[in-house]
């Protein structure tokens, strides 16, 4: 098998960076190995510029309808077919073709929650989901739950389909970490869109209430961009950096200290995995689906219930109220859990639904 051709079918919604570092790490480990992706078009809020390495192909899918998307898939001599979720009809209309020819795996971030939607999900699953797809690749446990009600079995379920680029990141941190451990910089970073749902306004209330009430050195700063950007609070002691790219998050990783990210709604997010492994302490909302893996309460971290302004203040005081030495330690538990994905075992769940 090690000298065959082995071609792997996407078919995905948003392309991010974290995906492609994960997919040019498993073609350069396997030669044999050909990625194809067909894509939607780039979110506005997060234009990444993208890079791809040899033997991965990208395609857009507004050039693709079904009868075209069939012929291309099947001319491919595809081995595995991974898809996106199940919002994109065509999608699923391919799996279907190529269910039981070859591995078919169905990959989402969704997490159990168990309402009304999800229990009627599980019910037309084998109607369904079970009739298209052999195989599922989700991010978490949570998500592994939600899995499982839909019908799939343990062995046929993989975890960790979301991996941060954790080499990358963890160079920064060795880079860094003299230097943090002497003097550790009194900056919180936020690193998201300026949407709603990702609770900024809750965030940006909270830090001024506490400076308020709680006077004190430290800073807030935020990158990212979206929809509220232009309704952005100023404040002295915020700063607003806009979106900015992977080759550039590094003068920022530098200079800030304690990472947050106080979501309404985030089934995962990959940018928690990011901050653990360049050695953030983190302060998370109860919603954000990544912390139950890379945050341990009071170890590298805290918890705070989402859109509670009161307990995120809360949050905020434990951390400057630490010591340089507490802070550090916790930065040292962030790189430890930061290992529990990579790329290394992204590449073997893909290769272990292939048998290989």
């Known amino acids: 098998m090690k000298n065959k051709k082995i071609k792997i079918l996407f078919l995905y919604t948003e392309l991010a960076q974290y995906f492609l570092s994960c997919v040019n790490h498993l073609t350069n480990e396997h030669k044999n190995i050909e990625v194809h992706i067909i894509r939607w078009k780039i979110n506005s809020e997060a234009p ?4 791809i390495g040899k033997n991965i192909f990208l395609y857009k899918r507004e050039n693709f309808d079904d009868k075209k998307m069939l012929e291309f898939s ?7 077919l991974i898809c996106s979720g199940w919002i994109d009809k065509t999608y699923l209309k391919i799996a279907k073709y190529f269910f039981k020819k070859i591995p078919t795996v169905l990959m989402f971030d ?13 019910f037309l699953s084998r109607f369904f989901l079970l009739k298209r797809f052999s195989n599922v690749w989700v991010v978490g446990e949570s998500q592994k739950i939600y899995a499982k009600k839909l019908g799939f079995s343990d062995e046929n379920i993989g975890i960790g389909f979301y991996s941060a680029d954790v080499d990358f990141f963890h160079k920064m ?8 451990k002497k003097n550790f910089p009194k900056r919180f970073i936020f690193v998201g869109r300026y949407i ?7 965030l940006w209330k909270a830090f001024i209430e506490l400076q308020k009430e709680y ?4 800073e807030l700063w935020c990158l990212g961009e979206g929809e509220f950007f232009d309704k952005k609070i100023e404040n002295e002691k915020i700063k607003h950096f806009g979106f900015v790219q992977k ?16 979501s309404h709604f985030e089934p995962w997010g990959v940018v928690v995995h990011e901050f653990v492994s360049a050695g953030f302490p983190l302060l998370c909302s109860e919603e954000v689906g990544a912390s139950s893996c890379f945050l341990e309460d009071k170890k590298n971290g805290f918890y705070f219930p989402a859109k509670n302004i009161e ?18 330690k916790m930065s040292e538990k962030s790189i430890f859990l930061s290992k529990k994905i990579n790329h290394k075992k992204w590449s073997a769940q893909l290769l272990k639904f292939l048998k290989i």
């Open 311 to 328: 307990e995120m203040k809360k949050s905020m005081k434990k951390i400057i109220n630490l010591s340089e030495k507490e802070i550090f």
């Open 215 to 218: 006077p004190n050195d430290w």
């Open 173 to 180: 941190f060795k880079k860094n970490e003299l230097l943090k």
């Open 48 to 51: 990444f510029n993208l890079k």
């Open 110 to 122: 969704n997490k159990w929650k168990g309402n009304l939607k999800q229990y009627l999900a599980s």
């Open 196 to 202: 709603e749902s990702k609770g900024i306004f809750d």
């Open 74 to 80: 099947k001319n491919l001599g595809i081995s595995i």
């Open 247 to 262: 080759k550039d998050i590094h003068k920022f990783i530098e200079k800030t200290g304690v990472f947050i990210l106080p």
